[in-house]
């Protein structure tokens, strides 16, 4: 995403959401997401559009360690190595949602979103997101955007809605 730009407007997301939408309901595939940072955002975007009961299976918003562990199956080992802002944790995230939901297709996204709890290491801004279809390959990058906490939540949704559409198509 550039820097530079304004922040993901609502009706950019909900055309992503559209995109995606367009995309799980042409293969036949249900979507599972698996929040931390974004705290649901994706999932409303989805299911913000009428009929996505018929590709929107769940989505699970898992903000502390605990939660990742019960709800994710993250392990705490890699929680208590890693962080929760990591690549590890965002593959554990993903393909334990796909593990614990019938969905074809996951995505999991864990970050810091601000304005507090960055570091030197994982500055306010860094964000993981994943993907993976089921029988597929964890995939998961790593962003770091700027901006305030709206911006930071607004930016890891349509990033999150790309991938989505890129591991589609």
Same mark, same amino acid.
């Given at each position: 995403?550039?820097?530079?730009? /304004? /922040?993901?407007?609502? @009706?950019? !997301? $909900?055309?992503?959401?559209?995109? *995606?939408?367009?995309? +799980?309901?042409?293969?036949?595939?249900?979507?599972?997401?698996? &929040?931390?940072?974004?705290?649901?955002?994706?999932?409303?975007? +989805?299911?913000? +559009? /009428?009929?996505?009961?018929?590709?929107? &299976?769940?989505?699970?918003?898992?903000?502390?360690?605990?939660?990742?562990?019960?709800?994710?199956? =993250?392990?705490?080992?890699?929680?208590?190595?890693?962080?929760?802002?990591?690549? &590890?944790?965002?593959? &554990?995230? =993903?393909?334990? $949602?796909?593990?614990?939901?019938?969905?074809? =297709?996951?995505? @999991?996204?864990?970050?810091?979103?601000?304005?507090?709890?960055?570091?030197?290491?994982? /500055?306010?801004?860094?964000?993981?997101?994943?993907?993976?279809?089921?029988?597929?390959?964890?995939?998961?990058?790593?962003?770091?955007? @700027?901006?305030?906490?709206?911006?930071?939540?607004?930016?890891? *949704?349509?990033? @999150? !809605? $790309?991938?989505?559409?890129?591991?589609?198509?």
């Amino acid at each position: 995403m550039d820097l530079s730009s /304004p /922040p993901p407007s609502d @009706a950019d !997301l $909900a055309r992503g959401a559209q995109a *995606v939408a367009r995309l +799980l309901t042409a293969r036949g595939l249900m979507l599972v997401t698996a &929040e931390s940072c974004t705290g649901g955002w994706i999932a409303k975007t +989805l299911t913000d +559009l /009428p009929g996505s009961s018929v590709w929107f &299976e769940a989505g699970v918003v898992a903000y502390s360690y605990e939660a990742k562990e019960a709800l994710l199956g =993250v392990n705490p080992n890699t929680l208590e190595r890693t962080g929760a802002v990591s690549e &590890e944790t965002v593959t &554990e995230m =993903v393909s334990g $949602a796909l593990a614990r939901f019938g969905a074809g =297709v996951a995505v @999991a996204v864990t970050g810091i979103a601000g304005p507090g709890g960055g570091t030197s290491d994982k /500055p306010v801004g860094t964000v993981w997101v994943g993907w993976k279809r089921r029988g597929g390959y964890a995939q998961a990058r790593l962003f770091h955007f @700027a901006g305030g906490r709206e911006a930071v939540r607004r930016q890891t *949704v349509a990033e @999150a !809605l $790309a991938g989505i559409q890129s591991i589609l198509a």
